[in-house]
């Protein structure tokens, strides 16, 4: 049977073969061992036609709480922030997501362009002085702000305060296994970093401080102190920020970060089960020449016309081979035009006041909370649009009895962390109305009597 | 190949040595920033550090390229070329002369005498130990 | 093609809105009054300010400054630029899979978990493996995955390797995924054919070696004759052997890995498996692996307990993990569609005509371009400009012509080991004509070359901007807009 994607009908095969000289394919694959041969097809599943494979996926899908049908209150890394209708028609246009890595520029301007802005506007959000082109998500960004600290400083360790994503953390530690470079953590009692904690573990030996504001139980971390416990050792400082928020907070630039990473995924692209996301990575000046993955620069041509060509590519896998600043080469340059196009759309005005919305509505929903009897705030500390709520009941049975009400309540945090076993992460974003919080509120109350 | 001036030492990795007393200046050859293309960044070491014959003291990059620069021989280093950070192009328009890298207290001036000479420098370049 | 050039920032006004939003329905204080004045803002971030339209004009334009596969025949060499299904992208929109958030419990994301499972299997099928982890994001961190691993089996028997052979005809990736595992990189040099020297490889390989790392077909577009002989060889040294899947399209029901005596290989699903590169990623690197080395997947790892799907954390010897959830689940989604729409029948069509292609057009150039080892060639050919380079046009000129004559160009100076190399992988879902409308403008060069090198050195002309100054570019580097430009 033909297929729609393969254009040769059996006709144009036997022409073409006659013009390479070979009496079938076969012939073409004589170079292969016989014995290496496939002796039977495949086992797939048999060929759906477009129909029945869309009815198939949507029975697949159906099967999924997804925001459309639940009301999400579950934050820690991924967000339901609105998208706006224009970002997906333009990422749809074929010169955009058919397009390759822009190697041949003069062809390639459109990716260049977008690129360069999606630079620039990272870079004035975080407040720093350059940004790449992206890394796969938030966790690997981390991951290599690690390495490149320790390439930068010649130490061996990490020290990070436990308000940092401990997905993340996973993932700095596989990245470091190679290298050898230790990690070690600055505990958070009180949810926010200690700052004598902190001190006594940043050293001589320490690469950099990593710490996360808002960190992953919600909670506002004092950056600028952290900023003076790191270079005091001469270590440099890695902050992990979500950048919608930096419509509203302080740039962690202003406060001290030497790098910044962060998940970009709230700036317009989708949630999609974790992927893929946005590695948001920015840093200063005089780093620049150690920093991974794409960056694109402004020149002119021939005529003196401005153009736009990937640059100091010197750094990269596909010249530096071994000693490359990292082995990134394909990333998610899709997902940062998303991400361009939603701060172009959001703009000054825009992207403020969905961090405003988002932290109104989520101190609303933590003043209405923990107002149900047995539930309270866990932290004392300032928080944004997210929060740790202390339950009388076992978090993983709240989240089931509410998703019998369309409603996903949270994130359960006992996994990651047994001391807070009793705890949910609640995320509030500017998509939830109040309704939707108050019949939450409601819910909960119910669940825990 | 370039330019290769008779007054100077050279090593197979394309550097050449200039002795002046008990200090040695050392940059890349003419046939080197050539091969490299337009130099846009040169990392060298800091001064006081030390460097070991034929082992990497610093890195030149082109556009498309990137090359370790290698020590014709052991010492310390007395002086980096403070204007190659800011004139990277330097070293393709005077690599003997404003292209130079670093100055070197020689540590065992002997080897100095196992360097190659010009002419052994052009014979090794001309039978394609260039590329 | 358009004479736009504006940025973003330059069509900004003051007081101009491109978003809507709702105006807040709950009761409270501002953000000013709800949190201490050191964690806010100043001034608000420079981001544009630009209406609705002003965004679609403006990327509706940048978009017209680019080619894409769904415009232009774009044969770049091991990149595999076939057409990426318009399904793919509606299946990957559907709100059960886009709207998941992913720490959503299992009970309440099956459909997801069966797709992930579902997903691993067939690519496990197709290739020959045991097990196959989705988590990684593109072939990089498959690679990196999968060093990781070899690391992780040699270290549980209590082996210290410290060494990987990789061919000198490696992409570069290769060998910085190794170097980043903590490996040192021993380049192994090619026969002048750019296969595996065998004889120098069986010298090579010892009790310090960890792994050998290999692509199949070559960079040259080449299958390996001795590929079984080579894993037996670094098998009976206790060396794992790797191979980089990024030419599969050539091999799909064909041949597997797994037969081929590979224990570890990457998946490119935006190579073979039609995910859009969408101008440098989202990709997905999957890692397949067989049975030995299982213990140390990266985690979790989605399994089947009964009838119910779930993530499985219980992994003490895991590597580790490469981002913070599960993998690209959007790209999984449109590989997945893209499997469930060819079958086996389909993926076998995929590869022989894929292989058809890349010969039809070596040999319509063999007669005006040098081919760099003789044919047949697998799903790609490597052809060298070094005849066109004598006559004043490299292989930079060729490709800079090429599109002019609106196409966009094959991979340059890639693999190393040939001089001026065009790498070209037309894949299956070119037609006959379109390759013969390539090829014709291939031999055109040639021609002009001869003639009037000049053409191509001074090309190109048709785009929106003609040759760029890349020195500059390096030497001042000009990274984020600023008023001034």
């Known amino acids: 049977m033909a297929s729609r994607y393969i254009a040769n009908t059996v006709a144009e095969q036997r022409e073409m073969l006659r013009t390479v000289g070979a009496s079938s394919i076969e012939d073409l694959l004589v170079k292969i061992p016989p014995k290496a041969r496939l002796s039977r097809p495949l086992a797939l599943p048999p060929a759906l036609a477009e129909g029945e494979l ?251 016309q401005r153009g736009f060509v990937l640059t100091l590519q010197t750094r990269e896998q596909h010249i530096r081979r071994a000693k490359a600043t990292s082995n990134i080469c394909t990333n998610v340059a899709l997902c940062a035009l998303m991400a361009t196009i939603y701060m172009a759309t959001l703009g000054k005005q825009g992207l403020r006041r969905v961090g405003e919305l988002s932290a109104a509505k989520a101190h609303y929903a933590a003043d209405q909370l923990s107002k149900v009897a047995g539930v309270s705030l866990r932290f004392s500390a300032p928080f944004f649009k997210e929060f740790t709520l202390r339950l009388p009941k076992s978090p993983s049975s709240v989240v089931a009895k509410l998703a019998r009400k369309r409603i996903l309540p949270g994130v359960p945090l006992k996994t990651y962390d047994r001391a807070l076993a009793d705890c949910l992460l609640v995320a509030v974003t500017e998509q939830r109305t109040r309704d939707e919080i108050d019949a939450y509120v409601a819910a909960l109350a119910e669940a825990v009597k | 190949m370039g330019n290769v001036p008779g007054d100077l030492k050279y090593t197979r990795e394309h550097e050449w040595a200039k002795r002046d007393g008990d200090r040695v200046r050392v940059g890349i050859t003419d046939f080197a920033q050539e091969q490299l293309g337009d130099v846009v960044f040169v990392e060298l070491p800091k001064v006081g550090a030390k460097v070991v014959a034929h082992q990497a003291f610093g890195v030149v990059e082109s556009v498309k390229a990137v090359s370790d620069l290698f020590a014709p021989i052991s010492g310390e280093i007395l002086e980096t070329n403070a204007e190659l950070p800011q004139k990277p192009e330097t070293v393709n328009k005077d690599p003997y002369g404003k292209g130079w890298m670093i100055v070197v207290k020689p540590s065992n001036p002997a080897e100095l005498e196992q360097l190659l000479t010009s002419q052994q420098y052009e014979e090794f370049v001309a039978q394609g130990g260039g590329h | 093609m358009s004479g736009y050039d504006k940025l973003v920032f330059e069509l900004s006004s003051p007081g101009r809105v491109g978003f809507s939003l709702p105006e807040s329905d709950v009761p409270g204080p501002p953000v000013a009054e709800l949190l201490p004045k050191k964690f806010l803002r100043g001034a608000a971030a420079g981001l544009p300010e630009v209406s609705e339209f002003d965004v679609v004009r403006h990327y509706s334009r940048l978009s017209r400054m680019n080619y894409g596969v769904d415009t232009h025949f774009y044969p770049l060499g091991s990149c595999t630029m076939k057409y990426n299904p318009k399904i793919n992208e509606d299946m990957a929109r559907v709100p059960g899979f886009a709207r998941l958030h992913p720490l959503t419990r299992a009970e309440d994301a099956q459909g997801a978990l069966r797709l992930m499972l579902d997903l691993a299997q067939m690519l496990a099928e197709i290739a020959g493996m045991d097990a196959v982890s989705l988590q990684p994001a593109a072939g990089a961190q498959g690679e990196f995955a999968g060093v990781l691993m070899i690391r992780a089996y040699h270290a549980s028997r209590g082996e210290k390797r410290t060494k990987v052979l990789i061919p000198d005809s490696a992409h570069g990736t290769n060998p910085a995924s190794t170097a980043i595992a903590g490996y040192e990189v021993v380049e192994v040099k090619s026969l002048p054919n750019g296969e595996v020297d065998v004889e120098a490889l069986a010298g090579a390989v010892g009790p310090d070696v960890a792994a050998f790392m290999i692509t199949v077909p070559n960079t040259l577009g080449m299958f390996e004759p001795r590929i079984m002989e080579i894993t037996e060889i670094c098998h009976a040294k206790g060396v794992q052997v790797y191979m980089d899947g990024a030419n599969l399209n050539a091999i799909l029901g064909i041949t597997r890995p797994g037969d081929l005596g590979f224990d570890v290989c990457h998946f490119n699903l935006h190579k073979t498996f039609t995910t859009p590169h969408g101008g440098g990623g989202p990709g997905a690197g999957p890692v397949g692996i067989k049975a ?144 013969d409308q390539f090829c014709d403008a291939m031999i055109q060069i040639a021609r002009e070359a001869k003639d009037n090198p000049a053409i191509a050195t001074s090309a190109p002309v048709t785009t929106p901007v003609r040759r760029l100054d890349q020195t500059r570019a390096a030497r001042e580097p000009n990274l984020t807009w600023t008023p001034r430009g």
């Not at chain 1, 890394?77 to 997501?97: A, K, M, Q, W």
């Not at chain 1, 948001?280 to 020449?289: D, G, I, M, P, S």
């Not at chain 3, 004598?390 to 160009?409: H, S």
């Open chain 1, 54 to 304: 869309v009815r198939h996926m949507r029975e697949l899908a159906a099967r999924n709480a997804d925001a459309d049908r639940y009301a999400c209150f579950q934050g820690a890394g991924s967000y339901d922030h609105y998208v706006p209708s224009p970002i997906n028609h333009l990422i749809s246009r074929g010169e955009f997501f058919t397009a390759y890595t822009p190697y041949q520029p003069e062809a390639s301007q459109g990716t260049l362009r977008t690129i360069y802005e999606y630079q620039t506007m990272i870079a004035e959000l975080t407040g720093m002085d350059v940004a790449n082109a992206s890394i796969y998500d938030g966790a690997s960004s981390l991951a290599e702000a690690a390495l490149m600290a320790h390439s930068v400083t010649e130490r061996t360790e990490i020290v990070l305060a436990r308000g940092v994503n401990p997905l993340y953390r996973r993932v700095v530690a596989t990245y470091c296994d190679g290298p050898a470079i230790r990690l070690r953590d600055v505990p958070a009692p009180q949810g926010v970093l200690e700052a004598d904690g902190g001190a006594k573990l940043v050293g001589k030996k320490t690469a950099a401080l990593v710490i996360q504001s808002p960190n992953f139980y919600g909670c506002l971390e004092d950056i600028a102190a952290a900023a003076e416990i790191a270079h005091a050792a001469g270590a440099l400082l890695i902050v992990v920020a979500d950048p919608v928020n930096l419509g509203v907070l302080e740039a962690p630039g202003r406060l001290g970060a030497d790098i910044v990473v962060g998940e970009g995924q709230g700036l317009g692209v989708p949630m999609s089960f974790g992927g893929p996301n946005l590695g948001v990575f920015a840093a200063k000046n005089e780093l620049v020449r150690r920093m991974p993955g794409r960056l694109v620069g402004a020149t002119v041509d021939r005529d003196g």
């Open chain 3, 292 to 435: 030995h080395l299982e213990p140390f997947l990266p985690t979790p790892v989605v399994v089947k307990d009964g009838d119910t799907y779930t993530l499985d954390w219980k992994r003490p010897k895991s590597i580790g993990k490469l981002q913070a959830f599960w993998g690209n689940f959007g790209m999984l989604v449109r590989a997945y569609t893209y499997i469930r729409t060819m079958g086996a029948d389909g993926l076998r069509s995929v590869s022989d005509n894929a292989v058809l292609n890349a010969n039809y057009i070596m040999k319509r150039l063999e007669a005006d371009y040098d081919v760099s080892v003789p044919g047949p060639c697998m799903h790609e050919c490597v052809l060298s400009a070094r005849r066109q380079k004598k006559q004043g046009v490299a292989a930079t000129d060729i490709a800079k012509r090429l599109l002019d004559l609106g196409f966009y160009a094959p991979s340059t100076y890639f693999p190393l080991i040939v001089e001026e190399a065009l790498m070209i992988e037309p894949t299956e879902t070119e037609s006959k004509e379109t390759l």
